[in-house]
């Protein structure tokens, strides 16, 4: 998808385009990218010497727009997942100031498109600038509530991913299988409820990539799914994680208590 980006918007300073958001949709948003240490998961990526900047969406269809109610940032969603969706891990007084946030992101996502990734192009160069200044290497996660095909948008022709920002590093997790992305975004199929997900898990093991796991109770297995099974907790960039592994995750917020199947009971 080409997104057309008139000049000015990319000239304007971060005020200057914040202002013109507000002014030309309504819409309040302070900022897309979140910091590297709001999210805890993401700050242990900090033993790596990385800086980890992530951008939350409102998942699945949170955050559609009134005149398109089943617009879902999260296409590949399973009841399951959208149950124990991230969404809702976190100290809960601070919930509904989030979520408003994230549908305010979101809503310029689809109401504006131009907009939305000239202020992503404009916190990603600063984000990268962050991190060299603390002699740092800066990594994106886009996706971290939603599962947009980032690597299919082109920014007035140009590839966002993969010619924009190709010396910069981006990984998400994803329940799409088989995505195509370029050699600085990297993906972790994310293991659902449903059998046909089970299927695609095993595929994408088989093919020698990775495969990430939410698990109830308190430990991970050894072994999952024929594969080696690997604290997922230690550290978010998955970049760094050895081919042909389970990535285990234990179960946060509402995935605690999931009965769906979605956090798999070993």
Not at 21 to 46: C, D, F, H, S, Y
Not at 104 to 125: G, I, P, Y
Not at 155 to 160: A, E, T
Not at 167 to 192: G, M
Request: glycine share 6%.
């Amino acid at each position: 998808m080409n997104i057309t980006i008139r000049p000015e918007y990319l000239r304007m300073p971060r005020a200057a385009l914040l202002r013109a958001i507000q002014r030309e949709t309504g819409l309040r948003v302070r900022t897309l990218l979140a910091a590297p240490l709001a999210n805890p998961k993401l700050a242990k990526n900090l033993k790596l010497r990385i800086l980890s900047f992530p951008l939350h969406l409102a998942p699945a269809k949170l955050g559609a727009p009134a005149n398109k109610p089943k617009a879902t940032v999260c296409p590949g969603a399973t009841p399951g997942c959208i149950a124990a969706c991230l969404h809702t891990a976190g100290n809960p007084a601070y919930m509904k100031g989030k979520a408003q946030a994230r549908r305010a992101r979101t809503l310029l996502f689809w109401q504006r498109k131009d907009l939305f990734f000239a202020l992503l192009m404009l916190e990603v160069r600063a984000a990268a600038a962050k991190a060299r200044r603390r002699r740092m290497r800066a990594a994106f996660r886009l996706n971290a509530t939603s599962d947009l095909q980032y690597e299919r948008y082109l920014i007035n022709g140009r590839p966002l991913i993969a010619g924009i920002f190709a010396r910069l590093t981006f990984y998400d997790y994803t329940k799409i299988a088989r995505r195509q992305t370029p050699d600085n975004y990297h993906l972790i199929y994310s293991l659902a409820e449903t059998a046909r997900s089970m299927r695609e898990a095993r595929a994408e093991l088989a093919a020698g990539r990775n495969v990430a796991a939410v698990f109830a109770g308190r430990r991970l297995p050894a072994e999952y799914l024929g594969a080696p099974v690997i604290d997922g907790d230690e550290h978010d960039y998955i970049p760094a994680d050895p081919a042909g592994v389970v990535r285990g995750l234990k179960a946060k917020g509402a995935a605690r208590g999931d009965e769906s199947g979605f956090a798999v009971a070993v």
